[in-house]
């Protein structure tokens, strides 16, 4: 497969296929034994002439006549046999097929499966050759034009069909590719196949439904991989070739050489003996991709330390994006695999795509790249990590946010400022304290968060961790849970001195799970709050523990009925155009499940009275079982 702009061999996966409007050309034939006509239709007419063999469906009853007969070709008059072959589709156009070398890889394969003698047509730089003739000179486009004209004024041309095709394009000039005879270095794969697909079993997909790319793509493969390139810039292939009698001297193991500049490093040929002016030096360069799929042998140093490089592979995490499945992913699990005999990762971590905020891909040309230098320099990288993990599903696309990097910002003052209010107690000592039913049951909440989160960090999410971390740390443990304890830790109300230490405690229990499981997410200022409460240690160096894990008293559930009942007075008050530090004159009602709450219900509110059940009457009925009976 061969781009004549780029003028280099291309890989399969450098093929990107498009939508285009095709026109199909429908062109007379003559039989030769019987001197009747037959219509083909292509898309490929400048082809004419590299056209070997006719073929028409088994199954297609309309041409078992033509059975062993031959077909003259129009203008060129070359006699070619007409046979049956089930590539022959029996709707597309006559169900009769001209055979050309080369339209698409499915004519390579026909040529080589009948053993046809391929004529190209076309030069490496887009033009066509001698062998086309009259067209000779002429760039494909132009060729197409000029035999179509030529064949409708000598009456060959039937008709002529637009229909829309998916072309095989390069996928850096998006330029039609051709078929033309090249020799190039090939690495083979098609026969490891089946092994690359075992090796693929061999790691963890996150997410999982992302391996079906790489499966479908490994299977998909029709020839082998194509590395050499005639490109200027790239890796130098490392090798010499004896010309007089093809022998091919390898570079030393190791060692970067450019052959077409430098001397082999054998003074004869080590086969023939041929004298050093024979030996000539390789030009070409390797596929990109050729170097880059060794990449995580190159930083393991596997060239000096085989086992070792292998133990760092076996603990190894690919993140990429599903971009380059069947590139980065899968040159590097074949090429690792061929030459260590194993995975190149445990796990491999697939990405969806940055979108802009309209949700399209960015690209230079629409001038909707964002750039986050600017970002990173106004708002923090912890802001920016924020938008990153919060804007998208592992493996989905995610579109950039400044909301979300904002957002991102304001959970980091909001963090330090938690950090200010829970240090400016004292930690209280083993004994000294006493839980509250609702410290029970903010610890019992956050421990079952801390869970789940933990639970997505081993599926190596960080999308329903950050928004399950945000969601305890400031709607529920900052605006619930801090607030209704104030009036407690400044001892404006009579608790006990245990009980005031009761929620100190659960301060530093919880505001300590939230900044460790924020820490991935967030490393820098969780590490500045760390530091801050632990003399300089750093969050990163900090293990969650199964024991932080585990708490098995109090319910939940007291914590979901508090910021129901917090969230139906404030509103209330908002209504009643009241400040939210000011005094209700009202006797509130909650739901029984309030009830080890309903002091301080009444203290952070500043109500007359808060009481359990259900009124007989009341003023206004703020839903959830929460009634309100004004005082006058
Ligand atoms: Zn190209
Ligand atoms: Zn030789």
């Not at 006509?37 to 490929?44: L, Q």
């Not at 330029?175 to 020799?183: A, C, L, S």
């Not at 509130?588 to 709450?597: L, S």
Request: hydrophobic residues 40%.
């Amino acid at each position: 497969m061969w781009c004549p702009r780029c003028r280099t061999t291309l890989a399969e996966a450098e093929i990107e296929f498009v939508k285009a409007k095709r026109k199909l050309y429908y062109i007379k034939f003559k039989v030769k034994e019987t001197n009747e006509d037959i219509v083909i239709a292509t898309t490929r007419p400048e082809l004419l002439n590299a056209c070997e063999v006719v073929i028409y469906n088994p199954k297609d009853e309309r041409y078992k006549n033509l059975k062993g007969k031959h077909a003259i070709i129009p203008l060129y008059n070359k006699v070619v046999p007409i046979l049956e072959h089930e590539y022959a589709k029996p709707e597309f156009g006559t169900g009769l097929v001209m055979m050309c070398s080369y339209g698409d890889t499915r004519d390579v394969w026909f040529f080589r499966e009948l053993g046809l003698k391929a004529t190209i047509l076309i030069n490496p730089d887009g033009t066509m050759n001698e062998k086309s003739g009259f067209l000779k000179g002429l760039k494909i486009d132009e060729a197409r034009e000029v035999i179509a004209r030529r064949l409708k004024d000598e009456g060959y041309l039937v008709k002529v069909e637009e229909y829309e095709a998916e072309i095989p394009v390069c996928w850096r000039c998006k330029t039609p590719i051709e078929f033309i005879h090249t020799r190039e270095y090939f690495l083979k794969q098609l026969e490891f196949k089946d092994d690359i697909l075992k090796v693929a079993d061999m790691m963890e997909f996150k997410p999982l439904e992302h391996k079906t790319r790489l499966e479908l793509w490994v299977k998909s493969l029709a020839m082998d991989w194509p590395i050499s390139r005639t490109r200027f810039y790239g890796t130098e292939i490392p090798l010499w070739r004896c010309k007089r009698c093809g022998y091919v001297i390898l570079a030393e193991l190791g060692k970067y050489v450019r052959p077409w500049k430098e001397p082999p490093p054998v003074s004869s040929c080590p086969k023939c003996g041929a004298p050093k002016e024979f030996i000539e030096g390789e030009t070409r360069t390797f596929d990109t991709w050729f170097d880059s799929s060794i990449s995580v042998l190159y930083v393991t140093r596997w060239l000096d330390d085989r086992e070792g490089s292998l133990k760092a592979l076996s603990r190894a995490l690919r993140p990429q994006g599903y971009d380059i499945i069947r590139t980065w992913l899968y040159y590097t699990i074949l090429r690792v695999w061929l030459l260590t005999g194993k995975p190149p990762f445990k796990w491999v971590r697939i990405t969806g795509m940055g979108l802009d905020e309209k949700g399209r891909a960015m690209h230079k040309s629409l001038g909707n790249v964002i750039y986050p230098g600017p970002y990173l320099e106004r708002y923090g990288a912890d802001a920016f990590r924020y938008w990153a993990a919060a804007s998208g599903k592992l493996g989905s696309d995610y579109r950039w946010s400044l909301n979300l990097v904002k957002t991102g910002l304001m959970f980091c003052t909001k963090l330090v400022n938690m950090a200010r209010f829970i240090t400016s107690f004292d930690e209280p000592r083993e004994g000294t304290y006493k839980l509250r039913e609702i410290d029970k049951a903010m610890i019992k909440y956050a421990v079952k968060v801390a869970k789940e989160v933990a639970r997505s960090y081993k599926e190596l999410d960080v999308f329903e961790p950050i928004h399950k971390l945000y969601d305890l740390a400031w709607n529920v443990f900052a605006s619930n849970y801090l607030e209704l304890i104030k009036p407690r830790v400044y001892k404006q109300v009579n608790f006990s001195d245990e009980e005031v230490n009761g929620a100190i405690y659960t301060l530093y229990k919880v505001f300590r799970l939230i900044i460790k499981l924020l820490s991935p997410i967030m490393p820098f200022v969780t590490d500045y709050i760390w530091r801050s409460m632990h003399n300089g240690k750093s969050v990163h160096r900090e293990k969650l523990s199964d024991k932080e894990l585990e708490f098995k008293e109090g319910d939940e559930r007291l914590v979901d009925a508090l910021v129901k009942i917090n969230s139906a007075i404030w509103k209330l008050k908002k209504k009643l155009n009241i400040r939210f530090s000011e005094a209700l004159n009202a006797i509130v009602y909650v739901p029984d499940i309030a009830r080890p709450i309903v002091d301080d219900i009444k203290y952070l509110h500043k109500i007359t009275e808060v009481r359990i059940g259900r009124p007989t009457e009341w003023d206004e009925d703020l839903g959830d079982g929460i009634y309100v009976k004004f005082l006058r």
